[in-house]
């Protein structure tokens, strides 16, 4: 039986306006939730809102309300949010529950008797809107440096925590546990910031009471950071010791953004440390989002709603674009652009198509009934594969590298059906036996497709495994294995799973039915313009792949007379290097030289997006490099 996992995002500030960083947090624990659950663990994904703090008293006394009130309103905002996005959490908690806040009081007061706790005064900066306490030496030009605008100075009463004490077993945790900060570049900024010294926390504060009152001092109230990571233990039933916290705690993974990360790599573990608990075992910190290469603000306007995002492109496809566009820890960029890119290669003709294109096969040469047949061989190892370097990624939330494998599979599938033509097997009835053979283990892979992509796109899955006519429970560890499931499986005919988005339309608008999109008008040219090009046959002698880049490769390629010339072409997600050696090409020799990743490219092959994604354009028989193209 695997290991119980428990998943946590932040809790959300709960006067914020959803936006898509949350949505990422958010959608990325799913995805590892899902993915586990399917694997056969017991899972407790938690997520939840943070109510209390200043900004929240502010805005409700602005509004006239209490501030319960206010929380209450907009607490479903993310609500509806994780409704719409298909979020599977277990628990939802709010720091204005009362087992929150009776959690919070007895992690003080533990903390208390420990003697870690003590009452000073505190001199210093604070930044309201990130509430946010700040020494002289972090400010920037006397301005908050995570959000630019000017703190508060404050002096007064205050309690203290003892972190200074933890900073020497913090430091060597985080030593003993490479693993317990990723990825690696935070963890080390982390281990820098603990290595300059631990001072002691102001915990507590008197300029507002809307918060959980410190026990036996009611004129503070806890400070919000250590009310609100307590929420990863009161979801668990913290204080009592229920079967729920024994089977989850510690903490498997806590997601979140950089931006906060210090309040759980440092403040987190040494509070823990203090109440003598046990540390969660990861603290995972992704990157952040810029929307068309610019930094998202208010002021700019352009703030990604993904409730728009839904209404616009669907559940499934937001939730694939933001996993797989990006490495997950690294800062990536949104745009629709992208957006529609990504659904129309990968969704629309990657996946969408390899399904109909099975189907219609099995429709046509099977009657729609998946044959009794051996499916060992090719595909059968590749499918294997796959499965097991999905778990490898999913393993360390690499979850761009895990589509990326299942992608690879899907591409497997499309060259299975060209190397066995079932369409050519079909007219000699002597080969009946290999046509089933092929069509089943066809079938076979489209089934393990179903079961990989559910994670990311549960509502997807759930329509592929109705078309496969899975039967309840199909989404499982055991189902994973490759086997002769589907024998004798009537197949339903698939509508197709993602329609085409017409790019010729502005974003923004419905996506089209398929067929809408229409061949576009092009301009005509005269013979001059088209012989301004020149088009020229070419050898492929080197490939290599470009560190770092998914899409590229870098090529020597041979144009005889002419030369040979560096060329650097966007195809290494369909081709690997020992593929493209050898081969001819036609390369558009003048067009003006640009850098790639750094790389000086002299030159573009010409390539075809295919219906099995895209192909090098070639000749028809064999030619010299370095041959004219008119
Ligand atoms: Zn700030």
Request: glycine share 8%; aromatic share 10%; with cysteine.
């Amino acid at each position: 039986m695997p290991e119980p996992f428990y998943i946590t995002t932040p809790i959300y500030y709960v006067n914020d306006v959803p936006h898509i960083g949350h949505a990422y947090t958010t959608v990325a624990a799913d995805a590892a939730a899902r993915y586990r659950r399917m694997m056969g663990s017991e899972v407790f994904f938690l997520t939840g809102t943070d109510e209390h703090g200043q900004k929240v008293e502010t805005s409700a006394a602005e509004q006239g309300v209490s501030p319960k009130a206010l929380a209450d309103r907009v607490v479903t905002r993310f609500q509806k949010l994780w409704e719409v996005l298909n979020i599977s959490h277990d628990d939802f908690i709010r720091t204005t529950d009362a087992r929150h806040q009776e959690a919070v009081q007895t992690l003080w007061r533990t903390v208390a008797e420990k003697g870690d706790i003590y009452l000073g005064e505190y001199e210093d900066w604070y930044c309201t809107p990130c509430e946010t306490f700040l020494t002289a030496l972090q400010l920037q030009e006397g301005t908050c440096p995570d959000c630019g605008r000017e703190p508060e100075q404050l002096k007064e009463e205050s309690y203290f925590f003892r972190m200074s004490r933890y900073e020497q077993r913090l430091l060597a945790h985080l030593e003993a546990h490479p693993e317990f900060i990723q990825p690696e570049s935070r963890r080390n900024e982390i281990l820098q910031f603990v290595r300059g010294g631990l001072k002691d926390l102001s915990i507590s504060r008197t300029t507002f009471s809307w918060g959980i009152p410190v026990p036996g001092n009611d004129r503070h109230v806890i400070y919000v950071w250590f009310d609100a990571l307590t929420n990863y233990l009161s979801a668990l039933g913290y204080p009592s010791r229920t079967e729920r916290f024994g089977a989850f705690w510690p903490a498997d993974v806590h997601v979140i953004g950089k931006d906060i990360l210090r309040f759980h790599a440092v403040y987190w573990p040494t509070f823990l440390m203090a109440a003598e608990l046990p540390l969660p075992r990861q603290v995972f910190s992704h990157g952040w989002w810029t929307v068309d290469g610019e930094k998202m603000s208010k002021s700019k306007g352009n703030v990604v709603d993904p409730v728009e995002m839904v209404r616009r492109y669907g559940a499934d496809p937001f939730r694939y674009f933001l996993l797989r566009e990006v490495p997950f820890g690294l800062d990536g960029d949104f745009s629709e652009k992208a957006m529609v890119g990504r659904f129309n290669a990968d969704l629309a003709n990657d996946l969408g198509n390899v399904f109909s294109r099975v189907t219609a096969m099995l429709d046509k040469y099977c009657e729609g009934i998946v044959p009794r047949a051996d499916t060992s061989g090719d595909l059968a190892v590749q499918a294997e594969r796959a499965v097991q370097r999905v778990d490898e990624e999913m393993e360390r939330l690499a979850f761009h590298k895990a589509l990326q494998e299942i992608w690879g599979l899907i591409n497997g599938i499309n060259r299975y059906v060209d190397q066995k033509a079932p369409w050519a097997l079909a007219r000699e009835t002597s080969r009946r036996a290999e046509l089933d053979g092929a069509m089943a283990s066809l079938m076979e892979a489209l089934r393990v497709v179903t079961l990989l992509v559910s994670p990311f796109m549960p509502v997807t899955a759930e329509q592929a495994a109705a078309v496969l006519g899975l039967q309840e429970g199909w989404c499982s560890r055991e189902g994973l294995r490759w086997g002769a499931s589907l024998t004798g499986a009537e197949i339903a005919k698939a509508k197709p799973l993602f329609p085409r988005i017409d790019t010729a339309e502005t974003p923004g608008r419905e996506p089209k039915q398929p067929g809408a999109a229409a061949a576009k008008q092009t301009e005509q040219i005269t013979l001059q313009e088209f012989n301004r090009l020149d088009l020229r046959t070419g050898v492929i002698r080197e490939a290599e792949a470009v560190a770092k880049s998914e899409r590229l490769l870098k090529l020597l390629v041979d144009l005889g007379e002419a030369g040979s010339r560096q060329v650097v072409a966007g195809i290494a997600e369909v081709y690997a290097p020992d593929d493209v050696i050898g081969k001819t090409v036609v390369v558009l020799c003048n067009l003006k030289p640009a850098k790639l990743m750094g790389i000086e490219s002299q030159g573009m092959i010409l390539a075809v997006e295919g219906e099995n994604g895209l192909s090098l354009v070639g000749l028809d028989r064999p030619v010299l490099p370095g041959g004219k193209i008119h």
